[in-house]
């Protein structure tokens, strides 16, 4: 199975700092890579998905970049309402693999 | 699009339960279907795929021989039937859709059932 490493598991920052959050494959997938958004207490919502395609209604502060084993997930500029965890999926094969999750907290 | 999951609950190890997933608002025969799963403060797990004619699927390690799942186009239902449960399968379970370009990702999320394995 395919095994994907988020870093950091949390970070604090403010709003309208630049956050960058990476993701990484234990063997190359391509750009099979997805980004979610989790609030608490609600489902995720898809981000990003092909490694770099942004979701339709998600706010183009947020990026995705990256192929083969190493990808990132940049938010420009921290707005309140994204503070939340973030998540990456690989979407090379089943089965399917979520990274541990990064947790974004006001500083 | 919505999706509404329902048949969580409290059971027995070694019990079975089945979860439902209710959709609208979409062509549900045309969409493969994924339940992913999420223990109490951890993080996501995928769980299963059924492709959008139930004419494959694919199962994590973790309950693969024990779970189940399913779909019925004619009532866009989706389910997973789960088998001798255990007390780590206590988790909140999504269903959601498959991407719309393509079947390994997850595009539109429930709200979820809780199912919570105890004895």
């Known amino acids: 199975d395919i095994q994907m490493t988020q870093s950091p598991s949390s970070l604090s920052a403010s709003v309208r700092d630049r956050v960058i959050i990476t993701c990484r494959a234990s063997q190359n997938i391509g750009r099979s890579l997805h980004w979610y958004q989790q609030k608490p207490g609600k489902a995720p919502n898809l981000l990003i998905y092909a490694a770099s395609t942004l979701q339709d209604g998600v706010p183009s502060r947020f990026s995705g970049s990256g192929s083969g084993t190493d990808f990132t997930l940049t938010i420009s500029s921290l707005q309140p309402e994204d503070f939340a965890t973030y998540y990456c999926q690989q979407g090379s094969s089943p089965p399917l693999t979520f990274g541990g999750g990064t947790k974004v907290e006001i500083k | 699009v919505q999706l509404v999951e329902s048949g969580g609950g409290v059971v027995q190890p070694g019990r079975t339960l089945r979860l439902s997933c209710a959709a609208s608002g979409f062509t549900f025969r045309s969409y493969g279907m994924h339940w992913v799963r999420q223990a109490p403060g951890k993080g996501l797990e995928w769980v299963a795929l059924?492709?959008?004619?139930?004419?494959?699927?694919y199962y994590a390690d973790s309950v693969k021989g024990r779970f189940t799942i399913s779909r019925d186009n004619s009532k866009s239902t989706l389910y997973l039937q789960m088998n001798s449960l255990r007390v780590e399968d206590t988790a909140v379970y999504f269903c959601?859709?498959?991407?719309?370009?393509?079947?390994?990702?997850?595009?539109?999320w429930g709200q979820g059932t809780l199912v919570a394995v105890s004895s």
């Open positions: 059924i492709w959008y004619d139930g004419s494959d699927t």
């Open positions: 959601a859709t498959a991407g719309t370009t393509g079947p390994y990702y997850l595009d539109y």
